[in-house]
């Protein structure tokens, strides 16, 4: 799964968002850092067809945007987003994985209630070694660790090809990234490319990792003059 953008670029009422940015993306696990402001949710929301850029080229896979927005968002997902994958505090572990099977099942589809050993099924891939919780566990008694682990499952439920991961930085606990960061090394290495975006690199965290995922700085991205002339 490769992500090509050539002097990509989006802008809003009140100037622009990012861009114009020039980068690749391969497979595996890559990072996508931005400093805060820089429009990286809106950048991640463009390469998973949630978004349509205003100007330059991008190709997800084999499949060109904005023309195939739909196609790209069959095969891709998103995780971490404020306002998009939200987890309900008041409903059960259970409960929540039901409703994203649901949602993904024909609508003449039956959807059980999910008990420990249907849970745990699920969440084995993306847990790991992590404690995995009960069904009825509350998800406002799971640790940020279960929690950002469980919006990950919920967001492989429907087997993208590639994940996207905003802002991991929103988990405040050293030791909970880097139980993340493993966690989506070893989903990486599978057969699920992950981008995460970051303000700020935890290399010292990725030291663990098999190998340090690849790094795209949108800082260092930008189109040189004579592309953006030439793109518009």
């Not at 994203?100 to 849970?119: E, H």
Request: net charge negative; glycine share 8%.
């Amino acid at each position: 799964m490769h992500i090509n953008a050539d002097s990509l670029e989006l802008s809003a009422s009140r100037g622009p968002v990012y861009g114009p940015l020039t980068f690749e993306i391969g497979d595996g696990l890559s990072v996508l850092r931005g400093d805060v402001g820089s429009g990286r949710t809106s950048l991640l929301l463009t390469l998973a067809g949630r978004m349509r850029p205003g100007a330059g080229e991008l190709t997800v896979g084999e499949y060109r945007l904005p023309h195939h927005l739909r196609a790209v968002q069959k095969l891709s997902s998103v995780c971490g987003f404020a306002g998009i994958d939200d987890l309900e505090d008041s409903v059960t572990v259970g409960a929540a994985l039901r409703e994203r099977r649901a949602w993904l099942s024909p609508w003449f589809s039956l959807v059980r209630k999910l008990n420990d050993v249907d849970v745990a099924q699920v969440c084995r891939p993306v847990f790991g070694s992590e404690p995995i919780p009960h069904a009825g566990t509350i998800i406002w008694d799971l640790s940020d660790t279960q929690k950002f682990l469980l919006r990950i499952t919920l967001a492989l439920m429907s087997g993208p090809e590639i994940l996207f991961v905003d802002d991991l930085e929103q988990v405040r606990s050293r030791e909970s990234r880097a139980v993340l960061w493993g966690r989506l090394a070893h989903i990486a290495s599978e057969s699920t490319a992950v981008v995460v975006s970051a303000t700020s690199l935890d290399a010292d965290l990725w030291d663990a990792l098999e190998s340090h995922p690849e790094i795209v700085d949108m800082t260092h991205t930008a189109a040189q003059p004579e592309l953006i002339e030439e793109s518009r």
